[in-house]
């Protein structure tokens, strides 16, 4: 069993950067896929980006240019650096992890950023 911890999100206001990152616990030599997603209030929840154990990386397009996600094996952290953040970047952050033996979820944090 894997369990997600995510944290970093806040206030800031537009043109802003914040870094979220997402602590992966338990059994955790078989993930595969990390990736966040967001869902801000009264949409469905989106895929932002995405990292394989490759280090491939996908992105939404609407954040390209202006989020980053990263990954170390090591600490089995995944990061989302984001940078000239805007009001519709408002939304829970969610950090995703699979493996062979299914798919897990964080709790989320919340970003909010300010006109």
């Known amino acids: 069993q894997v369990q997600l911890v995510e944290s970093g999100g806040g206030l800031v206001q537009a043109g802003g950067s914040l870094r979220l990152s997402c602590a992966a616990f338990g059994s955790t030599f078989s993930i595969n896929t990390m990736e966040w997603y967001r869902q801000a209030p009264g949409k469905q929840r989106d895929l932002v980006a995405r990292?394989?154990?490759?280090?491939?990386?996908t992105y939404a397009d609407s954040v390209k240019g202006r989020f980053t996600i990263s990954r170390d094996n090591v600490k089995k952290t995944v990061y989302l650096q984001m940078n000239s953040l805007k009001p519709e970047d408002t939304a829970v952050y969610y950090c995703y992890a699979d493996d062979y033996r299914g798919a897990y979820w964080g709790k989320g944090t919340l970003v909010t950023v300010s006109s």
């Open positions: 990292t394989t154990t490759s280090g491939s990386t």
